[in-house]
């Protein structure tokens, strides 16, 4: 059972007169006296956590609390790490650019998005390019247009200051649908065979 979101009682804090004992191994102890609830902890050197305040009668659990809180920073650590593993890279574009940059940029993203990374494209303006932010937007929409079988655009395109930009995000069913097509071509193939092999025995 997990703990209330909100910092829970602990010990000596808890002010209720009875309580829902649950063991330290999860085993429903019965309903007790705090007092009771208290030393039956104390004795397995363990704290008496009031988990759910608000049942009736109120649920304690003999547990190690100080494990606990570090068990779950670890956790947490470790989702919060996980999360900032994707990595980012960056492409950039000038509003200008020509047809045989900007394909090879594109090779570079594509590159990039089937490796696994998110990619930012940005759009650099520079001098009176500025006062024409819609040739920039024109190759962010191009650019999308062209990775839709790869990629799906996951912040849209933002002006910010001197420069544009919006992020890429890789299509995670692209493999998915690759193998599901070899697969059904590999059943055509022995469907074939097996045809083959009946006529030559007519």
């Given at each position: ?58 649920v304690c659990r003999?547990?190690?609390y100080s494990k ?36 090879t940029k594109k ?96």
């Amino acid at each position: 059972m997990a703990i209330a979101t909100s910092e829970p009682r602990l010990n000596e804090d808890i002010q209720v007169r009875e309580c829902r004992l649950i063991g330290i191994d999860g085993s429903q102890l019965g309903i007790y006296g705090i007092d009771a609830a208290q030393n039956i902890a104390d004795d397995q050197g363990m704290d008496l956590v009031e988990i759910a305040p608000d049942a009736t009668p109120p649920v304690c659990r003999v547990m190690d609390y100080s494990k606990y809180r570090y068990e779950q920073a670890q956790n947490a650590k470790a989702a919060r790490k996980k999360q900032s593993r994707m990595d980012v890279k960056e492409m950039k574009f000038r509003p200008k650019i020509d047809t045989g940059d900007y394909e090879t940029k594109k090779r570079h993203v594509v590159r990039f998005l089937d490796a696994g990374a998110k990619v930012k494209i940005t759009i650099m303006f520079r001098g009176r390019e500025l006062s024409h932010p819609d040739k920039g937007l024109n190759i962010l929409e191009k650019l999308a247009d062209d990775l839709g079988d790869c990629a799906t655009v996951e912040v849209q395109p933002k002006l910010e200051g001197r420069n544009m930009f919006m992020l890429l995000a890789p299509l995670k069913r692209k493999t998915t649908k690759l193998r599901s097509t070899e697969h059904h071509d590999s059943g055509t193939k022995h469907e074939d065979m097996s045809t083959k092999g009946e006529d030559t025995g007519v």
